[in-house]
């Protein structure tokens, strides 16, 4: 009977401190994820670092804000260039405006070293935002978006592309940043960089500011998923710069794009209006002509790589 | 005190392990194939003496390339769902779906593929995990189910099939 009671004791106890352990859901309104001052919706906490990255993600011509969050005292172990290491408790929000606020995303790591992907919808008034449905919304009615309608994603979809990097959070990179390094370092919220890069801030290896561009865009909107180290380096498809081997990476690309066939079907795919075809499949449904553009001339002219069809 | 003789018989049970457990998941892989219905839309179907039956001579090679269609009937009303003669092509709401090449051939087929991108791709519904959306008739919503050991299973026997080259049109979006 003792033997039961101890049992029963110890059971308790391991209960209560898996349950303390545990981690809480994510707040129904965006107003308790911290971004904000107590009381307001548009005053951003000081502690809050806003950010931009030099290659953006072309999101349907979204006017995007973008900002950091670390724990007190925590900083970012930056020694491996390309996969910068965020400690539990960082948060990262980007908030999204078609004509008005529509969506904010909160990436958060949390204490076992898990990321959570969440989204807030604002309401038309802008005074607030909801926590999204785990499932997404298919077309939000926003007036300023592509035809009406504006697509909140599911937390699969934030997967689909966060989960093809190595490092989940997109964005916040010792390339994407590099005019900012010495500014964060200097912080001492990012320890470890190699002094080479503090030196010489990263810069993707190109000929021409313009073809610098077009890596940079093929970085920014297809390299988390096309990229020779994720779940999809199979299909041999390399888009991802990187800081430390910018040369190699570079190199990469232009093989990649050199192999039969793929030069048109980038192309294609970037600029094609059937959604099961267009690339990148998630987020999109406006081309992005002015890119798109870059993208064709940078293949045409300086890559001298074929746009049309292969006999 | 073992007798010397059996020391041989061990070592070979042991060096043949693996290669019994790769039968057992290439027999479990056919098994979980064949009573899934991956050949009902997988593998063209033909008009047999006995009727309508599935080309096993290009099995589960999907949509064949060279067997173009008309347009799609309109999704109206209570018949909403058509399927092509060979039943690889579907039409619906969703617009035309046709059946992916699952043989193992690298250009076309799944040849390239790892285990992570097919079993990711069951798992959420999206072309290895990531891309665009798998569609109906697919039945993502049950198949995602699967155990890790049954895709596993799957995906190595699909990877061992005869290999058929054979480019499937990409999936067509609902007419406006």
């Given amino acids: 009977m003792r033997v039961l009671a101890l049992l029963l004791r110890v059971l308790a106890l391991l209960w209560l401190a898996g349950a303390a352990q545990a981690t809480p859901p994510p707040p129904q309104h965006l107003d308790d994820t911290g971004l904000f001052e107590a009381g307001s919706s548009t005053a951003v906490r000081p502690e809050n670092l806003a950010f931009a990255p030099q290659y953006e993600l072309w999101s349907d011509g979204a006017a995007k804000r973008r900002w950091l969050y670390l724990p007190p005292g925590a900083s970012i172990d930056a020694s491996r260039p390309d996969a910068w290491e965020f400690p539990p408790g960082t948060k990262a929000w980007k908030e999204f405006s078609q004509g008005r606020r529509v969506e904010t995303r909160l990436i958060e790591r949390l204490p076992d070293g898990a990321w959570r992907f969440v989204a807030y919808v604002w309401n038309a008034e802008g005074t607030q935002a909801v926590l999204a449905p785990e499932a997404g919304i298919a077309a939000l009615p926003v007036a300023g978006a592509p035809r009406g309608r504006y697509t909140i994603p599911s937390r699969s979809d934030c997967l689909a592309c966060h989960e093809g990097a190595e490092v989940p959070l997109l964005g916040f990179s010792a390339l994407q940043l590099a005019r900012e390094l010495e500014r964060l370092a200097a912080s001492g919220r990012l320890r470890n960089l190699p002094a080479s890069l503090l030196a010489s801030p990263p810069r993707i290896a190109a000929p021409s500011e313009s073809a610098r561009a077009a890596l940079g865009y093929l970085h920014a909107n297809c390299g988390h998923c096309h990229n020779h180290t994720g779940p999809l380096a199979a299909t041999g498809l390399a888009f991802a710069q990187q800081a430390a081997a910018p040369q190699a990476?570079?190199?990469?690309?232009?093989?990649?794009?050199?192999s039969a066939g793929t030069s048109v079907d980038v192309v294609r795919r970037v600029r094609s209006s059937n959604p099961y075809v267009r690339m990148p499949p998630v987020g999109v449904s406006l081309i992005d002509a002015k890119n798109v553009a870059l993208i064709e001339s940078w293949i045409r002219h300086d890559l001298r790589l074929p746009l049309e069809p292969y006999p | 005190?073992?007798?010397?003789?059996?020391?041989?018989?061990?070592?070979?049970?042991?060096?043949?392990?693996?290669?019994?457990?790769?039968?057992?998941?290439?027999?479990?892989?056919?098994?979980?194939?064949?009573?899934?219905?991956?050949?009902?839309?997988?593998?063209?179907?033909?008009?047999?003496?006995?009727?309508?039956?599935?080309?096993?001579?290009?099995?589960?090679?999907?949509?064949?390339?060279?067997?173009?269609?008309?347009?799609?009937?309109?999704?109206?009303?209570?018949?909403?769902?058509?399927?092509?003669?060979?039943?690889?092509?579907?039409?619906?709401?969703?617009?035309?779906?046709?059946?992916?090449?699952?043989?193992?051939?690298?250009?076309?087929?799944?040849?390239?593929?790892?285990?992570?991108?097919?079993?990711?791709?069951?798992?959420?519904?999206?072309?290895?995990?990531?891309?665009?959306?798998?569609?109906?008739?697919?039945p993502i919503p049950m198949y995602k189910h699967f155990t890790d050991a049954d895709l596993e299973a799957i995906f190595t026997y699909l990877q061992s099939i005869p290999v058929v080259k054979n480019r499937v049109p990409e999936p067509l979006p609902p007419a406006k």
């Fill in chain 1, 249 to 258: 990476s570079a190199e990469r690309t232009l093989h990649s794009l050199s």
């Fill in chain 2, 1 to 138: 005190m073992m007798p010397r003789t059996a020391l041989p018989l061990i070592a070979a049970a042991l060096l043949a392990a693996p290669a019994y457990a790769d039968e057992a998941k290439l027999a479990r892989g056919k098994y979980l194939v064949t009573i899934a219905g991956c050949n009902d839309c997988h593998t063209p179907w033909k008009m047999g003496a006995q009727g309508p039956e599935p080309d096993m001579s290009r099995m589960l090679s999907g949509h064949p390339q060279d067997f173009a269609l008309p347009p799609a009937p309109k999704p109206e009303g209570p018949w909403t769902v058509s399927a092509a003669v060979t039943n690889t092509a579907w039409a619906g709401p969703w617009g035309v779906s046709f059946t992916a090449n699952l043989t193992p051939d690298r250009e076309t087929g799944l040849g390239k593929w790892t285990q992570r991108n097919f079993t990711e791709t069951i798992r959420t519904g999206r072309h290895m995990g990531r891309g665009r959306p798998i569609l109906p008739p697919m």
